[in-house]
């Protein structure tokens, strides 16, 4: 899988678990949030960080295929 879709296919688990947190009323905590009531439920720092991380699974299970 290249990089820019591995890209979409995170930000795609990224949003199914964005509706299920909203559902469950969980919010993770940030230091980059500025308490704005639109603020989603993985924001700033945390949502990139889990962004990149779930972008390179695929990767690495390619790497290991090897």
Request: negative net charge.
């Amino acid at each position: 899988m290249n990089a820019s879709k591995a890209r979409r296919v995170a930000i795609e688990i990224l949003d199914e678990l964005e509706e299920l947190l909203d559902r469950k009323g969980i919010m993770i905590p940030s230091e980059d949030r500025e308490g704005r009531e639109e603020e989603a439920c993985i924001y700033g720092t945390e949502y990139y960080e889990l962004e990149d991380a779930i972008t390179h699974v695929p990767q690495r299970q390619v790497v290991f295929r090897h």
